[in-house]
């Protein structure tokens, strides 16, 4: 995990509970000592990333990634990335690859002591077998054959409590001789399923005889046709973790009802001599909720089949691929998750501190370029005509190590179309008939008027230069002009499709309550221009980041950019302009 930075008390604000719970368990010396299968020592902490491959990843899961991967670094332990694939019907390879590939680009790696540590819950479908049969033999589970609304209506309610299966006490032999041709595809879905044996009179209804395994006549992307049975999540969840020697299994809130089970799964494996002790714990820790954004799979993949965004990586999309295509970096993601930290009170984060994580990024690593996002001609009449003079601006003014970029004045020049006002407004400083403005990093000029079309829009502003004005010169210094403004010469700006990317919906919580996200959709969140751009960011390769000066963070598109013909997408601008 070497590309990850380690993380520091720059932040103390941000709390993370469990980093407590670790600590206390390293003093305690809980999972101390202990090996793995083949005698290796393994870690105290180890971790894991269990993601159900039917999906592409969101924000939320980026915050269990930095999550758990965080404490395995932190804690010189391990994190496992795991895939929970027990839903046949609803997994495929296309999103195993895709959340590997999430997985690495935000900065992560499950290699440890030389091995891979990457794992499918599938690969455990044959000791899981074996463990479900041992719970039968063991009398902590039967096979039911009741219908599903039976076993609906005997569940009880959280006022009632729920009626025992008339198969509950039926011999463990035949359960046993049930699983097993269960197994052998002898029956037709749902005629059959495991169950535990807890107490149906459980106030928590988890632990009313939960499901154990069902029967499903389904293609699984891995295991093909082999298994028509599949383990539950809730049964495969705890074994697989005590199999990979988890120490801290951390999930979300929905999931504390759960524990009860989790505990008696591994409890009852132990006894019988299937799992180790000391066995995993679950941990569970507040989803992150982010505001104008939804992180729900099902609507996102509304959102993406009903056309209302460009796919799953679409630049507006919470997704890892669509923040990862609009320009954020791994790095940003990192220093919001540690920022947001970890609780067990539900929020909502605010997506300026998303935003404000990537500008406290980029502004130290970004190298600085001037767009023209609404141009305007601007002609210096004095300037001669097909002459150009080299200017010069630094590729980061914090860093002059990193040198310079050049770019020529002409006497045409693109400049912004709110840089200029015919009748200024008050406290207008900029280019107006007779005020004097600095050209950034080239001359001073005085603005002579404006040429109009038909029907009175300024079409092009007119201005004369002061040959000893040049920035960097000795005469420049004569000049004390309040207005700066940036430009590109007509000739030979780069001339490129900019993407103003802005937040997917108007509404802070589009989808709380139940509301209807799509009538909060924001219609400005994308905007297309045709821009005219610094030259050199011809060379600009896919992913490159940039501060345009006074505009904000812009990335070179990683899909539409083409060699010596970049399309940007704005990441951010430069200050935080909502709730203003
Ligand atoms: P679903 O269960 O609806 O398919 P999910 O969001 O739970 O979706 P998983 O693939 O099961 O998706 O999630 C993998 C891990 O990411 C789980 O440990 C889950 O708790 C965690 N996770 C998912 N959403 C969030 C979120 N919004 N904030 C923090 N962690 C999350
Ligand atoms: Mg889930």
Same mark, same amino acid.
């Given at each position: 995990m070497s590309n990850v930075p380690k993380s520091t008390d720059a932040n103390p604000a941000a709390s993370n509970f469990v980093?407590?719970?670790?600590? +206390?368990?390293?003093?305690?010396? =809980?999972?101390?000592?202990? =090996?793995?299968?083949? @005698?290796?020592?393994? *870690?105290?902490?180890? $971790?894991? &990333? /269990?993601?159900? /491959? #039917?999906?592409?990843? =969101?924000?939320? =899961?980026?915050? +269990?990634?930095?999550? #758990? &991967?965080?404490?395995?670094?932190? &804690?010189?332990?391990?994190?496992?990335?795991?895939?929970?694939? $027990? #839903? *046949?019907?609803?997994?495929?390879?296309?999103?195993?690859d895709t959340i590997i590939d999430s997985v690495r680009w935000l900065g992560f790696d499950w290699q440890s002591d030389g091995r891979e540590h990457l794992y499918y819950a599938s690969d455990y479908f044959p000791k899981l077998y074996e463990m479900a049969q041992y719970l039968i033999r063991a009398g902590h589970a039967y096979v039911d054959s009741q219908t599903a609304e039976e076993m609906a209506a005997n569940r009880g309610s959280f006022a009632e409590p729920g009626k025992n299966s008339p198969y509950r006490d039926r011999p463990a032999e035949e359960s046993l001789d049930l699983f097993s041709r269960m197994k052998a595809g002898e029956f037709r879905d749902g005629q059959h399923i495991l169950r535990a044996k807890i107490d149906m009179a459980s106030p928590n209804m988890n632990l009313r005889d939960p499901a154990i395994y069902r029967i499903r006549h389904a293609h699984h992307h891995r295991t093909g046709d082999e298994w028509c049975i599949y383990p539950m999540y809730d049964y495969t969840h705890p074994i697989s973790d005590a199999l990979e020697n988890i120490s801290h299994s951390l999930c979300t809130l929905e999931f504390q009802d759960h524990r009860p089970f989790y505990d008696w799964v591994l409890e009852r494996l132990a006894e019988g001599g299937y799992l180790q002790r000391p066995l995993p714990h679950q941990y569970e820790f507040a989803r992150l909720n982010l505001t104008y954004a939804i992180t729900s799979k099902r609507k996102l993949l509304q959102l993406v089949e009903e056309g209302i965004v460009d796919g799953w990586d679409d630049p507006r999309m919470p997704t890892i691929?669509?923040?990862?295509?609009?320009?954020? $970096?791994?790095? +940003?993601?990192?220093? &919001?998750?540690?920022?947001? @930290?970890? +609780?067990?009170a539900d929020s909502w984060i605010d997506m300026s501190i998303l935003e404000g994580a990537l500008r406290d990024d980029l502004d130290a690593k970004a190298p600085r370029a001037t767009a023209v996002l609404n141009p305007l001609k601007l002609i210096i009449d004095n300037f001669p005509e097909g002459e150009t003079v080299e200017c010069s601006a630094p590729v980061h003014p914090h860093h002059p190590e990193r040198g310079n970029r050049n770019f020529p004045i002409s006497r045409e020049l693109w400049i912004e179309a709110e840089d200029f006002m015919e009748t200024p407004s008050k406290g207008y400083f900029r280019l107006f008939p007779g005020n004097k403005v600095r050209l950034r990093y080239g001359y001073v000029v005085e603005c002579t008027g404006c040429d109009k079309d038909a029907n009175g829009n300024v079409v092009a502003v007119h201005c004369n230069y002061f040959a000893d004005s040049k920035s960097g010169t000795e005469g420049s210094a004569n000049y004390k002009v309040k207005g700066n403004i940036h430009w590109v010469s007509t000739a030979h700006a780069l001339q490129a499709e900019v993407r103003l990317y802005d937040r997917l919906f108007t509404d802070p919580q589009p989808d709380a309550g139940g509301r209807d996200f799509k009538a909060a959709l924001n219609p400005d969140a994308k905007t297309v221009v045709s821009a005219y751009l610094e030259p050199g960011l011809a060379a600009a390769l896919p992913e490159d980041r940039f501060q345009f000066e006074r505009h904000g963070y812009f990335v070179a598109d990683r899909v539409d950019s083409k060699p010596g013909k970049p399309v940007f997408n704005r990441i951010a601008t430069l200050k935080d302009s909502w709730g203003k």
């Open positions: 980093r407590g719970i670790i600590e +206390s368990d390293l003093a305690s010396g =809980h999972y101390a000592g202990r =090996h793995d299968a083949q @005698g290796q020592p393994l *870690p105290q902490v180890i $971790t894991r &990333f /269990p993601p159900e /491959p #039917n999906g592409y990843l =969101h924000i939320g =899961h980026a915050k +269990s990634i930095c999550l #758990n &991967f965080g404490l395995a670094r932190d &804690f010189a332990g391990r994190c496992h990335l795991r895939f929970d694939d $027990t #839903n *046949p019907e609803k997994e495929e390879q296309e999103y195993v691929v669509g923040i990862r295509r609009r320009g954020y $970096t791994p790095e +940003s993601l990192q220093l &919001f998750c540690e920022r947001i @930290g970890v +609780s067990k």
